[in-house]
């Protein structure tokens, strides 16, 4: 018998006996049903170890684990209140040119708001790309301190003065959902617009 022959054996008879030898069973450990907090979104989703409710419009909902991933909760927040106020203009702006009004200047007449950006002309984008740059710059360093999401401390009226802990905590859960609200309806707005050419009916 050749070595080759007794290794195919051996290998054999190896695989045979496995056969018989009983699984190893992986350790389960039981969690009581009552321990286990759902997702206030999505109620058949556990909740989110950091998604606690402690900020404003935190109803659990992160079905993809973004959250996990995110080591400061305080920058996505950052980053949902900036493009939740702009989706807000943006969509305000969307509504109000796409009905006709506009502001005098033969430039300024386009309904199309996709048209309208090669129609005012390279001065007026600049502007407008300039005057971006400028807040961006101005707010850069506020994304990764210890403020409040959102407070750009700049000197507008403070129309949350005089609250009281309940009302501030109130307006600032509406205005959460007013952003996340105008993001949807802008991603609404532009896809209705590329494929009918108009908003509404």
């Known amino acids: 018998m050749t070595s080759l ?27 009581p049903l009552y321990e286990t907090e759902y997702s206030k979104s999505i109620p058949f989703l556990t909740r989110p170890e ?62 199309d708001p996709f048209l309208a950006i090669s129609k005012v002309g390279w001065e007026v984008n600049v ?15 506020k994304h990764y301190g210890e403020g409040e999401p959102g407070d750009l401390n700049w000197l507008t009226p403070n129309l949350l003065e005089g609250l009281s802990e309940k009302e501030l905590a109130n307006r600032k859960e509406q205005e959460i959902v007013h952003c996340r609200l105008a993001m949807t309806a802008i991603l609404g707005a532009v896809v209705q617009w590329l494929l009918y050419g108009k908003l509404g009916f």
């Open 5 to 31: 022959h007794s290794f195919l054996l051996v290998s054999t008879l190896l695989v045979v006996v496995s056969a018989f030898i009983p699984a190893r069973q992986p350790v389960r450990i039981a969690i």
């Open 127 to 141: 502007q407008i790309f300039l005057g971006i740059g400028a807040v961006e710059l101005a707010t850069f360093n």
């Open 50 to 111: 950091k998604l606690d409710g402690t900020m404003p419009g935190d109803m659990g909902f992160d079905p993809m684990g973004l959250s996990e991933i995110q080591t400061d909760l305080k920058y996505a927040r950052w980053a949902e209140l900036k493009h939740g106020r702009i989706s807000m203009l943006a969509i305000l702006g969307m509504v109000v040119q796409s009905s006709g009004i506009h502001i005098p200047g033969a430039a300024y007449q386009v309904n």
